[in-house]
Every structure is written in C-alpha cells, then in structure tokens.
C-alpha cells in the first residue's frame, strides 16, 4: 500500500447516522416493553431540535442546512428524549431541549467547543426545575392497569388530559431504581424488595429489555469504530466495582452490581452519552479515568445521594473535570527526552 497511510476521518454527519441507527433497537425495545409515547417524545425533541439549531445559526450568521445535515443536534435531541418519561408534557421536552441547544451548545460556541454534555445539560436543568413531572414514568405493560392509544398518548402529552375512567395511577409507576430507594426507606430489605412485580431476576421489567438493546446499539458503535472501548468499559467496570464492594459489605441495603449495570441509564450512559467526543477526554489514559470517574459517581448519588438515577450528574461532574484529567494524561512527544533527575 502506498502512501499516505492515514485513512480519511469520517465526517461528522457519518458518525452522527451511526450513532442514530445504534439507538434504534433501543427504541424499538422501548416501544414494546411501553408503549409508542416514546415515538410521540423523539418526535417532538427532533422538531424542536431543527428549530432551535436553526435559529441559533441565523443569529450566529452560519449557515443553515450543512450544520443540520451533520446530525448533532438531532443526536442530542433523542438523547435526551430517551431520558425523559416517555409520557412527559410536549412543554418539557421543548424546553429541555431548547436549553440544550441554545444554552449549553451555542452560548459556548458551538460543536466542538461545549464543555458540557448539551443532552445531559438539558436533563439536569429538567430533574431540578420540574422534579414532579420527571417522575412520572409509565409502567411496563406488563403491569399497567390500563393502557393508552396511540391518540390518547397524544392527547395527554398535548392537554394533559386522560381518557373517562382512566386515572394517571393506573398507567404510571415508579421506576425499579426509585422503587428501591423508597422501599429501603421503609426498612425493607434488598431481598424483600427484588420480590416485587417490577423487578427480573437481575433488573427491572422493560428496562432490563432496553438496557440489553442499547447495550447490542453500543456494540454496534465499538465494531464500527465510532466509539473506543476506554469509556463504556471504565464507566461499566467502575459501577461494577464499587456496587459489588458495598454489596459484598451489606446485600440487604444495596443492591447487586449487575442491577445497576441493567438499570436507569447505565448502558445508554456508558455507550451514548460519556462517549461524546467533544465533552469528554481525549486521551486513552484520559478516557479510563474519564469513564471510571463517572461509573463511581453514578453509583454514590444511586446509592448515598438524593437522586435515583446519578448518571447525568456524574457525567457533567466528570466534564468540569475533563481538561485536568487531559492535562495530566497526555503521552510523551515522540522523540523527546525525560530530564535526568
């Protein structure tokens, strides 16, 4: 083979379509396991994407069309919405994503230059300003009491309005990981807990189903080289780790490593959202302790904070940290000589 031997990056709008075809088993997992509300919520994130990207580029005097065709904001957008209960108001989702964009994207300067994750920007702002309605998940169908039509999903998301005889109770449910922490409130035991209805052998209902098809989408992300294995493989060791440490320590108030590995956001944090190139490290000893950092952080707030689910937190933690953790991981120049001590 002759030269030049370094093949041509794939632009961004490749690595964007790839990212979107991996989430779509995860979605499609999403769909059977609760319903299509799901399809209702990456629409709305999807046009409100276009929307918001659209309008920050004409202030910006960039142009339009090239910057939509790259993905990234639809990208953001569906992370996003796969965060959010599937039945969230069409409002909130609007402004999650609308802040994302706007806020934690373009204020910094755009792609390739937002210290944050925008997705998990766009999350946290959500979880604090509207902690009620970001808890209203919709129960695996498996165990919900009633069941909504694709209009009567609709209809409640736009008007907040459910059909005769059909109470929010009966179609909502807390999620396996909020389940545990007020169970553990109560003084039950762990083992009294997983006998629940909602709980699998090593997950949740549904979630189990969604956490092992986004697992197969980051698969696909590593085998096509989107993504190095670094982050998902240290952000995964290290919530397992420290999960099985406080699990071998006390098994009847925490819970196993392999449940927080299928529960809440791990695999779609490990595989989607820790692996943003432009919000994450760059270096191969940088990534390791990029993704480690996160797995730790995800399990204390689960297990010690106030939050169910700690992966949006942890990750923006981490990419506050992301320069010093470059900083200190860079390799040597090639070529150059340690001083002699």
């Known amino acids: ?81 796969l965060a959010l209960p599937p039945l969230a108001p069409w409002w909130l989702i609007v402004i999650g994503v609308a802040f994302a964009l706007i806020v934690a994207k373009h204020l910094y300067g755009g792609l390739g230059n ?83 209805p909602i709980y699998t052998a090593i997950g949740g209902q549904g979630s189990m189903l969604i956490a092992f098809a986004t697992l197969l989408g980051g698969l696909y992300l590593l085998f096509t080289r989107i993504i190095s294995w670094h982050v998902p493989v240290a952000f995964l060791g290290g919530l397992f780790l420290i999960a099985s440490a406080f699990y071998t320590g006390d098994p009847s108030r925490f819970a196993a490593p392999w449940f927080h590995l299928m529960a809440g956001g791990a695999m779609l944090g490990a595989f989607f959202i820790a692996t943003d190139p432009v919000s994450g490290a760059t270096t191969p000893r940088g990534k390791l302790i990029f993704g480690l950092g996160i797995g730790l952080l995800t399990y204390i707030i689960r297990a010690l904070g106030g939050y169910p689910d700690g992966v949006a937190f942890a990750v923006l933690l981490m990419n506050a940290a992301v320069p010093l953790i470059d900083a200190y991981t860079q390799p040597p120049v090639f070529g150059q000589k340690e001083d002699a001590p």
């Open 114 to 196: 937002n210290l944050f994750n925008p997705a998990m920007v766009g999350f946290a702002v959500l979880m604090i300003s509207f902690p009620a309605y970001m808890n209203h998940w919709l129960a695996p169908a498996a165990l919900a009491q009633a069941h909504l039509s694709f209009g009567g999903e609709l209809r409640y998301m736009f008007s907040g309005a459910l059909p005769p005889g059909i109470h929010l109770d009966a179609i909502n449910m807390a999620t396996p990981l909020d389940t545990l922490r007020t169970e553990l409130h109560r003084q039950l035991t762990v083992g009294e807990i997983m006998k629940l």
């Open 1 to 81: 083979m002759s030269s030049p031997h370094i093949a041509q990056a794939p632009s961004v709008g490749h690595i964007m379509t790839r990212v979107l075809l991996a989430l779509t088993p995860a979605i499609a997992a999403y769909v059977y396991a609760f319903g299509t509300a799901i399809l209702i919520s990456l629409t709305i994130a999807t046009l409100t994407a276009i929307l918001a990207e659209s309008f920050m580029l004409r202030l910006r005097r960039y142009p339009i069309l090239p910057f939509l065709r790259d993905g990234s904001a639809v990208v953001t957008a569906w992370l996003l919405a």
